[in-house]
């Protein structure tokens, strides 16, 4: 099954451009607008690791949700509800599964980057990030085993 069944290729062309013309203007006006209460954009800590100050952590979470996470849903479940056999369904479940645990990732450092706005000590946190993200070998092996295989009937 390709992707140009579900979604047709200027409707996938035309996403991928609104896409980056809204990521692209939101950090655009990030980056120029004046910051007289310190809440735009991203500074370091002396230790080098991020600090995502609030509107910065608002635009990261809102844009990744509403432009990445929702539609890989929406899509996901839509091309889920298409197919027929239980096998096929399956595997996609497994590839669905994979997909929003590697979000998760990606999820637990936008809180860690934001914690540090608030000067908590994130050593643990952040050492509990990194036990996690081994957890990717796994999302990546049902993404894999879910749709890398060549999708059969």
């Keep these: 099954m390709e992707s140009t069944i579900i979604f047709s290729i200027k409707r996938q062309n035309s996403s991928i451009l609104i896409y ?6 939101g950090m655009l006006i990030l980056v120029l607008l004046p910051d007289p209460f310190n809440i735009l954009g ?3 800590t002396d230790e080098g690791a991020p600090i995502y100050k609030p509107l910065f952590f608002t635009y990261v ?3 990744s949700a509403a432009f990445v996470v929702i539609p890989v849903i929406r899509s996901s479940l839509k091309i889920y509800t298409s197919f ?6 399956k595997k996609w479940l497994y590839y669905f599964i994979g997909s929003l645990g590697s979000f998760s990732i990606f999820y637990f450092i936008f809180i860690g980057n934001f914690m540090n706005y608030f000067s908590f000590d994130t050593t643990v946190f952040r050492l509990i990030i990194n036990i996690y993200s081994i957890s ?8 894999y085993y879910g749709i890398g295989f060549k999708l059969k009937q």
């Design 20 to 25: 980056g013309t809204i990521l692209f203007s």
């Design 42 to 44: 991203v500074d370091l």
């Design 61 to 63: 979470i809102l844009f």
């Design 84 to 89: 027929e056999t239980m096998a096929i369904k």
């Design 136 to 143: 990717v070998v796994l999302w990546v092996l049902l993404m």
